[in-house]
């Protein structure tokens, strides 16, 4: 006899009208049927909620939860709360899925046996759709490795070596045992109203002994205009510091807080730079007293903990390796991380091969004729899947 196991998604939903029946209609249209859609109604004041019960009365695999507005972090909890599926996925309203998203979730989760499988998203714009895939093309990653590849850069950079790849902490990606969840009580942080999935994914995967990873991409993160991310918030700074003391933390108790220390203190310094563009580039109020922003920009930058990080943080990570000896004391062999930088050599003068002016002229004007001449001439189409081009996350 086959087992069924039934995944719980749980949709937060507060005040999200435009986007909220495409959100839905592809969770309906999933090719794995054996889902639970549970749609939790914060508090929304627009139609948000005759949209979910319309859609539960046409689909019996809905549930609607309507609860008074208590952030997205409670939501997504009351969710978890009644979800009673085998796995847990998670989807915020204005974005949507690719139909085969959670059946290729559920078989690379049960072929690997491990309490989280995540994939690779869409990022959507007005213009285009771009895909964002991982860095790495492993199946499943183990141990040390979970931490090296996904943990480390979901916090921040290491140092400024220009060989960091930021990795979205975001749990729409996922998909979760929900025993797994309930045995570490693992839960959203209340009272946290930006990047409170980055804490939950970053606690869970501390937890994690493998990670399943599928290499599709299904998700479409959508960059609405209107959304918190995109919008002023007067209390960002506030926000960001209870994020990071969350995260600072979990790496505490989790025996990390050396090994995480500079990717944390970059990211302090990230959120000082957040900070000030909230408070002059995302504040449109004209009516704004600007006496009041200069006053808290200048509290950010006062800020105690960001001297002393300023004072602690590392920009290079100097590799362990001794430098090479000096080569006619002249040339030397700087050593950062793994990476050997050699300064350049001067370039040296030919002899004999001066061009005149006249000759530089008449090379040029060939150059142009021969670039109006391949501007003429058709070219071949591109293949979609050919011209598609993919950014390593």
């Known amino acids: 006899m086959t087992v069924v196991e039934v995944i719980s998604i749980i949709v937060p939903i507060y005040n999200i009208e435009k986007y909220l029946s495409r959100s839905i ?9 054996h889902l639970e859609i549970i749609l939790v109604n914060d508090g929304s004041k627009d139609n948000s909620l005759a949209i979910c019960e319309a859609y539960a009365k046409k689909d019996r695999r809905i549930v ?21 599926g085998t796995y847990v996925g998670f989807i915020d309203p204005d974005d949507w899925v690719e139909p085969t998203m959670y059946e290729k979730l559920y078989k690379q989760i049960k072929k690997w046996d491990s309490p989280v499988c995540l994939c690779n998203y869409f990022k959507d714009t007005k213009k285009k759709s771009s895909p964002k895939v991982f860095s790495f093309k492993d199946e499943v990653l183990e141990d040390k490795v979970i931490i ?33 969840l309930d045995t570490n009580q693992l839960r959203f942080a209340p009272g946290v109203s930006i990047m409170e999935d980055l804490v939950f994914m970053v606690q869970t995967l501390l937890k994690c002994q493998s990670v399943a990873i599928e290499q599709g991409v299904y998700y479409h993160y959508v960059q609405n205009p209107s959304s918190t991310l995109h919008t002023y918030n007067k209390k960002l700074w506030e926000d960001q ?69 300023l004072e602690r943080v590392k920009p290079i990570q100097v590799s362990e390796k001794k430098p090479a000896a000096k080569e006619g004391g002249k040339r030397l062999r700087a050593i950062y991380s793994d990476r050997v930088v050699m300064p350049k050599k001067p370039k040296e003068k030919k002899k ?42």
């Open 25 to 33: 209609e592809s969770l309906i249209n999933q090719t794995y049927p």
């Open 64 to 84: 609607v939860i309507d609860k008074v507005n208590e952030g997205v972090s409670i939501a997504r909890n009351t969710g978890l709360e009644a979800a009673t």
């Open 148 to 180: 090296e590849k996904l943990v480390n850069n979901m916090v921040g950079m290491p140092d400024l070596m220009p060989t960091y790849v930021c990795v979205m902490g975001c749990v729409w990606r996922g998909l979760f045992k929900k025993e797994f």
């Open 241 to 309: 510091i209870k994020v990071y003391e969350l995260l600072e933390k979990s790496f505490i108790e989790s025996h990390l807080e050396e090994e995480m220390r500079n990717r944390l203190d970059f990211r302090y310094i990230g959120m000082v730079l957040s900070a000030i563009k909230n408070e002059t580039y995302m504040k449109k109020d004209k009516d704004s007293d600007l006496k009041d922003t200069v006053a808290h920009i200048k509290q950010i930058c006062q800020d105690e903990k960001l001297k002393f990080v």
């Open 352 to 393: 004999g091969t001066y061009i005149t002016k006249k000759a530089s002229q008449a090379k040029k004007l060939e150059k142009q004729a021969k670039l109006s001449e391949a501007k003429r001439k058709p070219r071949a189409k591109k293949s979609l899947s050919k011209a598609k081009h993919y950014e390593v996350e």
